[in-house]
């Protein structure tokens, strides 16, 4: 697929109005992505497991207009929000080519998030993801053609996550579950910088329901947007050989997946996590991220596990806090843990469970 092939050619002028509502998930990388080049390219393949109960649920309603500008309302849980709307506007410039019917309405787009606001979980993948698929409901619904076969839903689900990259580059990969990968990598056929795709592969027991608890060290606004944050890898003095070491991660991981060896992992993802971090602190201007609390909570897991031959491991995203991950098998010892040793560390004690989950859903058509 090419970006060429998205573009809409035709559709139905004579639909007047209609509303649609999907509802999307977050989703926590396994290998990073870090560094972008234009039109929202990612520098090197990333690989995540979907969330399942961190979500945005989004009502897009449209309504017929005269054609010149973009003409959108915004609401977050149930009041009007200004504060979306330059991300909506700059979400629309940029796939318009894709949707030309996108000047034609008015759209009210009313959207909510099953975690708290201020918690610090980044809401662009899941809520980008969710207004992709709301509009992508949309051109089906004004679609000359409405087939329901396979083909057609690979083709929704591609462009529905091709449009949510564009929107930010992590919500391409909260379309679909359990794994996605986004970025060309050798190792994997099919897989594309315009979107993310299913991880297709043998994907061992031990990962099922693979569980992710949210610890939430510091619930504040990003010290660093993504946007600022990706800029920092150009002429960085490490990034060939971060990009070139997230290709090895993501084979490794491929093999890792179907064997089900934790131990290895563990390995990787941490790893991950830690070169994320050692980017932000070795670029020009450099930031620490991570609070005192991040690393209490990372020597505490890395105590427990030697002391317990546990496999809970942890992940971050650009901020202080930490996803605990570890497989469904441990779930119990693990929560104890967590709620003995970790919470005190967190934010008024604050965590949120979460566990694998299959991509968004279709509530209303
Ligand atoms: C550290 O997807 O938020 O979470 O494309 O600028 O919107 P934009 O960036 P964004 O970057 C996420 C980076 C990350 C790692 C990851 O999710 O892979």
């Known amino acids: 697929m090419t970006a060429q092939d998205f573009i809409l050619k035709t559709y139905n002028s004579n639909i007047q ?3 649609v509502k999907w509802t999307s998930p977050s989703n926590i990388a396994l290998v990073k992505y870090w560094g972008k080049k234009e039109h929202q390219i990612p520098e090197n393949p990333s690989i995540s497991f979907t969330l399942s109960n961190c979500k945005t649920i989004t009502e897009v309603t449209y309504t017929k ?37 996108l000047k034609a309405y008015h759209f ?26 709301c509009l992508m409901s949309i051109e089906k619904e004004l679609g000359v053609s409405q087939s329901d076969s396979e083909e057609s ?32 990598n050798e190792s994997f056929k099919g897989s594309s910088d315009l979107y993310g795709v299913k991880f297709q592969g043998e994907v061992h027991k031990n990962f099922k329901n693979y569980q ?5 060290v510091d619930k504040g606004e990003k010290q660093v947007s993504s946007t600022v944050g990706h800029k920092l890898m150009f002429g960085h003095p490490f990034a060939k050989e ?8 993501l084979a490794k991981l491929k093999d890792i997946l179907a064997s089900g060896d934790l131990i290895a992992f563990v390995k990787i993802v941490e790893s991950e996590a830690l070169t ?23 020597n505490k897991i890395w105590t427990f596990r030697e002391q317990t031959n546990s496999k809970v491991c942890f992940t971050l995203d650009a901020g202080a806090n930490v996803h ?6 441990e779930k119990e010892m693990v929560l104890e843990f967590i709620i003995n040793e970790l919470a005190q560390f967190c934010q008024n004690g604050h965590y949120i469970c979460d566990q694998i989950g299959s991509g968004a859903q279709l509530i209303k058509n």
């Open 276 to 298: 994320l971090h050692a980017m932000m602190m070795t670029s020009t201007p450099y930031f620490i991220l991570m609070k005192p609390n991040t690393l209490e909570i990372i």
């Open 65 to 101: 207009k005269e054609s010149k500008d973009f003409s959108f309302d915004v609401y977050f849980e149930g009041e009007k929000n200004a504060a979306f709307k330059p991300k909506i506007q700059t979400f629309f410039e940029r796939i318009e080519a894709y949707m030309p019917f």
């Open 242 to 249: 971060r990009f070139t070491q997230a290709h090895d991660n």
């Open 17 to 19: 109005n209609g509303t």
């Open 153 to 184: 839903q690979d083709y929704f689900n591609q462009k529905a996550s091709f449009l949510a990259r564009l929107g930010s580059g992590s919500a391409c990969r909260s379309i679909e579950g359990e794994l996605v990968i986004w970025g060309k």
């Open 108 to 133: 009210k787009i009313e959207t909510s998030n099953t975690f708290p606001h201020s918690s610090g979980i980044a809401s662009s993948a899941s809520g980008m993801s969710a207004i992709a698929l």
């Open 212 to 216: 992710d608890t949210i610890l939430l």
């Open 324 to 329: 605990v991950l570890y497989p469904d098998c």
